[in-house]
T-cell receptor, first 118, second 114 residues
Framework: GAVVSQHPSWVICKSGTSVKIECRSL??????MFWYRQFPKQSLMLMAT?????????EQGVEKDKFLINHASLTLSTLTVTSAHPEDSSFYIC??????????????FGDGTRLSIL | AQSVTQPDIHITVSEGASLELRCNYS??????LFWYVQSPGQGLQLLLK??????LVQGIKGFEAEFKRSQSSFNLRKPSVHWSDAAEYFC????????????FGSGTRLLVRP
């Protein structure tokens, strides 16, 4: 149980292109999803928290207009990197958390998306 | 402020040897603690979690961790390491505000000698 699917796993595109990454919870409803960025040999950096039916909450320093997040249903959140440039190249990982106000619900992670901007 | 420290960047053990990965946290109350493992190019897999109760928690793949409040530690252990355990291991604490954000340590890379 608690499977999170992230797609695509790898994308290469030209500078200036917009790229959409999908994150789906396959066997549970996720009221909250998180988007992380990970640089090589580093820990995960939280970019934003996505709540179903409401606007995402972005961490300090993350450009809202650059990284568009939509959480339209209880099983799907999308991250769109708009007008991507080489400095946006990174490994992006999503996670999903089942509903409820209890803090003991763990986050379940997708397999990540390797984004390479040429 | 909440923080998680994993003091060891790299650890190398021989296959079959025991393993302990250290994790210390800074938090004002009893935290929710997690250990995740990440293989190269992959997402994170939950190994185990601690919320309350028994301070020794069992996880998947033969891992266990012990919560020690007096030391603010949550060290991960395995009695006999397998070559497939080579990966990056992250300790994390959950925020107690309504955001439930995870605060990650910097990770420990485990290398296994044949």
């Amino acid at each position: 149980g608690a499977v999170v699917s992230q797609h695509p796993s790898w994308v290469i595109c030209k500078s200036g292109t917009s790229v959409k990454i999908e994150c789906r919870s396959l066997d549970f409803q996720a009221t909250t999803m998180f988007w992380y960025r990970q640089f090589p040999k580093q820990s995960l950096m939280l970019m934003a928290t996505s709540n179903e039916g409401s606007k995402a909450t972005y961490e300090q320093g993350v450009e809202k207009d650059k990284f568009l997040i939509n959480h339209a249903s209880l099983t799907l959140s999308t991250l769109t990197v708009t007008s991507a440039h080489p400095e946006d190249s990174s490994f992006y990982i999503c996670s999903a958390r089942a509903g409820g106000l209890q803090g003991n619900q763990p986050q379940h992670f997708g397999d990540g998306t390797r984004l390479s901007i040429l | 402020a909440q923080s998680v420290t994993q003091p060891d960047i790299h650890i190398t053990v021989s296959e079959g040897a025991s393993l302990e990965l250290r994790c210390n946290y800074s938090y004002g109350a009893t935290p929710y603690l997690f250990w995740y493992v990440q293989s190269p190019g992959q997402g994170l897999q939950l190994l185990l979690k601690y919320f309350s109760g028994d301070t020794l928690v069992q996880g998947i793949k033969g891992f266990e961790a012990e919560f020690k409040r007096s030391q603010s530690s949550f060290n991960l252990r395995k009695p006999s390491v397998h070559w497939s355990d080579a990966a990056e291991y992250f300790c994390a604490v959950a925020g107690m505000d309504s955001s439930y954000k995870l605060i990650f340590g910097s990770g420990t890379r485990l290398l296994v000698r044949p």
